[in-house]
């Protein structure tokens, strides 16, 4: 069957909240640093199902024969005042589970293409300095070095 692209209904939730824990799970050997709460699961539920009812999100699913095999939550951010744009794009996260079948890709166009509709000028996401995949990924999609974001620990 072919690969689906769509948003999320309610029904998806718990589905996106594995996905979610791949995804950070894949994280924390990269980076300590991205250790969840015991509550992480249910805290997440929360927030994607926040975000599918949310007219500043979407959450867009990849379906392959009945089977969500990926997702990305969009959301439009706005900037501080002195900018000329006010709104702007922002995929807060992405997982897919079989990687390199182009399905990250699909989502992301599907993305844009909601943000298009919006009419916003362009799309910001974060990326772990660690997950050299993650990183060929976004630059192979066009985006490129914008900010450093730097962190110390206290």
Known sequence: ??????????????????LWREMWDFHAP????FASTPAADVVMAGW?????????????????AGTVEGY???????????LPHQFYGYV???????????????????AQAWFRGHRLPYVEVNVSVRNEAA?????????????ERLRVEL
């Open 48 to 64: 994607i199902e926040q975000n599918m009812q949310s007219d500043r999100a979407a959450v867009f699913v990849a379906e392959e």
């Open 135 to 147: 990183r060929r990924f976004w630059r192979r999609h066009g985006f490129g070095d914008f900010l």
């Open 72 to 82: 990305l939550l969009a959301m439009i951010l706005e900037n501080p005042p002195v």
């Open 30 to 33: 990269l980076d300590p640093r």
């Open 1 to 18: 069957m072919p690969l689906l692209i769509r948003r999320a209904l309610p029904g998806d939730l718990d589905a996106l909240v594995r």
């Open 92 to 110: 807060s996260e992405i997982s897919v589970r079989n990687r390199r079948r182009g399905t990250g890709g699909r989502l992301l166009e599907e």
